[in-house]
């Protein structure tokens, strides 16, 4: 059966950090480009990072760019995004998702269920 689950949101203070995780399962996560997403409360859902099958293709949304850092580690079927410097509107629940090949532009064919980030002191 085919699984995204995203772990590691929790509560944070602004400035600090926070590593989330997605553990895919039920397909070879090599194969797929995968990406972070979030949607804050009545808000749309917002695109917030990429990257390819390879590793070597990344992308960023500009609201994240310099605080946000994705990776993936194909050998554990996990991609992370690594946030620095939270702020209160980086508060919303966040995503993963798989797209339908290599690379980025390719549509997203499945979604996890999500994981809360709140950030508040």
């Known amino acids: 059966q085919l699984q995204l689950v995203e772990s590691g949101g929790g509560l944070v203070q602004p400035g600090g950090s926070l590593r989330l995780s997605c553990a895919a399962s039920g397909f070879t996560l090599d194969y797929y480009a995968i990406g972070w997403f979030r949607q804050a409360p009545g808000k749309e859902r917002e695109r917030l990072s990429c990257?390819?099958?390879?590793?070597?293709?990344?992308n960023y949304a500009d609201s994240v760019k310099g605080r946000f850092t994705i990776s993936r580690d194909n050998a554990n079927n996990t991609v992370y995004l690594q946030m620095n410097s939270l702020k209160s509107e980086d508060t919303a629940v966040y995503y993963c998702?798989?797209?339908?090949?290599?690379?980025?532009?390719?549509?997203?064919?499945?979604w996890g269920k999500g994981t809360l980030v709140t950030v508040s002191s």
């Open positions: 998702a798989r797209t339908q090949g290599r690379a980025c532009e390719y549509t997203i064919d499945y």
């Open positions: 990257i390819s099958s390879s590793g070597y293709r990344i």
